[in-house]
Structure formats: structure tokens, C-alpha cells
């Protein structure tokens, strides 16, 4: 697991230099799950280098094992999303389809869900 996690940090090194990133990662050395790594590796990619373009100075990446769910998560000390794309009131609309425009989407049994925030 921890790979998958360095390689992302490797790619991005670049950027998290040229930002002056502080950069803390959080896995378990022992962590093991079965997971398509490029996919899994390509969707991180995404959210980590938004989060090197948005925080002020630090990121973290964690990856956790919760009631044997692998749980990825990056944080920022950035200023956030504004309210208003917080925003998921069923008078909102979310554009197309059910997507969020955040990126977040929650299966649930043939149609995708987005998730509340």
C-alpha cells in the first residue's frame, strides 16, 4: 500500500518542490488490500495535485483501514470549497446527471449517487 502512496509522491516531487509543499504521509507499513493500482494510483494523482495547487504550505496523504474498508485521504490547510459548492440542497441542481462538480460519486445499486458532504 505504501507504494502506491510513494510513487504518487514521486511523480508529484516536482510539484510539491516547486510549491514548497510540507508533505506528511500517513500508511501503515503492514497495510495490505486488493485494488487495481494505476486506477487507484490515477485518482489519487488527481486529488493530490489539487492539493499541492490549492493549500497555503502543508498536504497530507493517508491511507487507513476502517471495518475493512481501504480509506485514501488528502488534506490541505487551504482555504476550503466556497459555501455556496457545499451546497447539495435538493433545490440545487448538480448539472448533469447526479454529479456533485466536485467529483464525488457514491454507487448505489445501478445508478451513481453523489455524496453528501
Same mark, same amino acid.
Given at each position: ?6 510513487? /504518487?509522491? @514521486? ?6 518542490? &516547486? ?10 507499513? +503492514?497495510?495490505? @488490500? ?7 494510483? +490515477? %485518482?489519487?494523482? +488527481?486529488?493530490?495535485?489539487? #492539493? ?5 504550505? /502543508? ?9 475493512? %474498508?481501504?480509506?485514501? &485521504?488528502? @488534506?490541505? *490547510? $487551504?482555504? $476550503? ?7 447539495? &440542497? *435538493?433545490?440545487?441542481?448538480? $448539472? &448533469? #446527471? ?10 448505489? #445499486? +445501478?445508478? %451513481? ?5
Amino acid at each position: 500500500m505504501i507504494d502506491v502512496l510513494e510513487d /504518487q509522491v @514521486a511523480r508529484n516531487f516536482p510539484l510539491i518542490k &516547486s510549491r514548497g509543499v510540507e508533505l506528511t504521509v500517513n500508511c501503515d507499513d +503492514n497495510l495490505e @488490500a486488493y485494488f487495481d493500482a494505476d486506477l487507484i494510483g +490515477n %485518482i489519487i494523482q +488527481n486529488v493530490f495535485v489539487n #492539493g499541492c495547487r490549492y493549500t497555503k504550505s /502543508q498536504l497530507q496523504l493517508n491511507a487507513t483501514m476502517q471495518d475493512k %474498508i481501504l480509506c485514501f &485521504s488528502v @488534506a490541505d *490547510d $487551504g482555504e $476550503g470549497f466556497p459555501e455556496s459548492m457545499l451546497d447539495f &440542497s *435538493d433545490n440545487k441542481k448538480f $448539472g &448533469s #446527471g447526479h454529479s456533485t462538480q466536485l467529483g464525488f460519486y457514491e454507487p448505489t #445499486g +445501478n445508478n %451513481i449517487q453523489p455524496v453528501q458532504l
